[in-house]
């Protein structure tokens, strides 16, 4: 939810949607660039991608999106590892590491991300930690909306 947030039209220039239980992640929108984004994390050195994940990103390829993996290893001074995944010849479920998703990055939205991704964090940290309502990721998707309609 937070990497959708750093991506909206107040920070990084995009419409978004973020799904939290079916398909994929994200959905983003800038004029014709459109960007369908699984979004992964570890605190290991590899990342799972499974069949819903992969048929996901087909579907929405399908529908003329980019399809992208978001990859975060959860150490100090990580940033994010964004790939095109339109290749599926070289994506199928499996285990990948972030440095071999580098290698299709997607240069501009991991600029973005570099850039909105840890303010965006900062922000709203005492939000999420103690939320209105006692619901963190109903604050966030409230966040998201709000900034969406602005």
Do not use: C
């Not at 959708?4 to 949607?17: E, L, N, P, T, W």
């Not at 440095?99 to 303010?119: M, N, T």
Request: aromatic share 8%.
């Amino acid at each position: 939810m937070l990497l959708a947030i750093s991506f909206d039209k107040r920070r990084g220039g995009y419409s978004v949607v973020n799904h939290l239980s079916e398909g994929v992640d994200i959905e983003m929108t800038s004029g014709a660039m459109k960007y369908a984004v699984e979004v992964k994390s570890t605190e290991g050195s590899l990342v799972s991608l499974g069949n819903k994940d992969i048929t996901g990103l087909r579907k929405k390829a399908a529908d003329g999106y980019v399809p992208a993996i978001a990859v975060l290893r959860l150490h100090l001074s990580e940033n994010w590892v964004i790939a095109n995944s339109s290749n599926f010849s070289r994506f199928q479920p499996g285990d990948y590491t972030p440095v071999r998703l580098s290698q299709d990055s997607i240069p501009e939205l991991e600029l973005l991300a570099k850039e909105y991704f840890e303010p965006a964090v900062v922000g709203l940290r005492n939000d999420v930690l103690s939320p209105p309502g006692g619901a963190p990721l109903d604050f966030l998707a409230k966040v998201l909306v709000r900034e969406e309609s602005a």
